[in-house]
T-cell receptor
């Protein structure tokens, strides 16, 4: 089945700096990806869903890049602010198991003032 | 208002006791999930349900069972809980994963002493 590796597990950046979180996956047929944000003690909130047909997706203050050749998905936060401090998880839809998502192990992001 | 509701939010049980975690959604979503989240491990799929009485094991089903008798309600049952089942349990639901990212509940923090 699909395997997802997420790096780094912990990341600390200063306010205003950029931050990059990367996930690599194993199934070259994967085509549907998600990024979730989880604040301490809270649920997972969807940041963005990405189809394999689109290599660049932009949200509010972040960009998601998909490199299908390298099977790599990255979340790029530009000009980080304290509200970005949270855990971030990538998830990949399994091509074998219907409706299943395989999650990365998460990145704990801390924004320092 | 689209929402996945989990009850209880916090639960303390003794080893060997039975545990019932409940999850509800009012969106008529077909697919529902139970995940557990442990530090450094991300989210691991316990069970997935495609509709009433249509349940499938996830990656870590051992020690758990589920029940779905109504589309809007999905229960996770631990028969004779073990200390290694101490975790945060998340329920999620989605109508169609190709069109909608799974929506997560607030989680249940279970401690088995």
């Amino acid at each position: 089945g699909e395997q997802v590796e997420q790096r780094p597990p912990h990341l600390s950046v200063r306010e205003g700096d950029s931050a990059v979180i990367t996930c690599t996956y194993t199934d070259p047929n994967s085509y549907y990806f998600f990024w979730y944000k989880q604040e301490p003690g809270a649920s997972l909130q969807l940041l963005m869903k990405v189809f394999s047909s689109t290599e660049i997706n932009e949200g509010q203050g972040f960009t998601v890049l998909l490199n299908k050749k390298d099977k790599r998905l990255s979340l790029n936060l530009t000009a980080a602010h304290p509200g970005d401090s949270a855990a971030y998880f990538c998830a990949v839809r399994d091509t074998e198991g219907a409706d299943r998502l395989t999650f990365g192990k998460g990145t704990q992001l801390i924004i320092q003032p | 208002d689209m929402k996945v509701t989990q009850m209880p939010r916090y639960l303390i049980k003794r080893m060997g006791e039975n545990v019932l975690l409940e999850c509800g959604q009012d969106m008529s979503h077909e697919t529902m999930y139970w995940y557990r989240q442990d530090p450094g491990l991300g989210l691991q799929l316990i069970y997935i349900s495609y509709d009433v009485d249509s349940n499938s094991e996830g990656d870590i089903p051992k020690g758990y069972r589920v029940s779905r008798k109504k589309r809007e309600h999905f229960s996770l049952i631990l028969d004779s809980a073990k200390t290694n089942q101490t975790s945060v349990y998340f329920c999620a639901s989605s109508w169609d994963i190709n069109n909608q990212a799974p929506l997560f509940g607030e989680g249940t923090r279970l401690s088995v002493l």
